[in-house]
């Protein structure tokens, strides 16, 4: 069973920072892809970061200069890190896994936690 826990969202004012946080067993880390999507009402779920099961991690490339992924193995969990938020950034903020097909390749992400709700004001 793949158990995803997010936290870190808040308000906070444009051009501040936040760190989000998911937590996951062992297991999930070591055979699932992870990655991020966020999703505002009314539209559809979109893909912030992921990263493989070798690490391997890429981020959106709207998003590429001001969001990064990481994660703590010692943890374990899975960090999305994002700077200078914007107004834009406002969204439900999802922890995602996928299964890995290989160490650098994933399949369709299809488990989500919660969500974290990120709300930027101007």
Request: charged share 20%; hydrophobic share 35%; proline share 3%.
């Amino acid at each position: 069973q793949v158990e995803l826990v997010e936290s870190g969202g808040g308000s906070v004012q444009a051009g501040g920072a936040l760190r989000l946080s998911c937590e996951a067993s062992r297991e999930v880390f070591s055979r699932y892809c992870m990655g991020w999507y966020r999703q505002t009402p009314g539209k559809e779920r979109e893909w912030v970061a992921g990263q493989s099961t070798s690490g391997t991690s890429s981020v959106a490339d709207t998003m590429r200069d001001r969001f990064a992924i990481s994660q703590d193995s010692a943890k374990p969990t899975l960090y999305l890190q994002i700077n200078n938020l914007k107004p834009a950034d406002t969204a439900m903020y999802f922890c995602a896994a996928a299964k890995a097909v290989g160490p650098r390749q994933c399949a369709k992400y299809e488990w989500f936690g919660q969500g974290t709700q990120v709300t930027v004001s101007s």
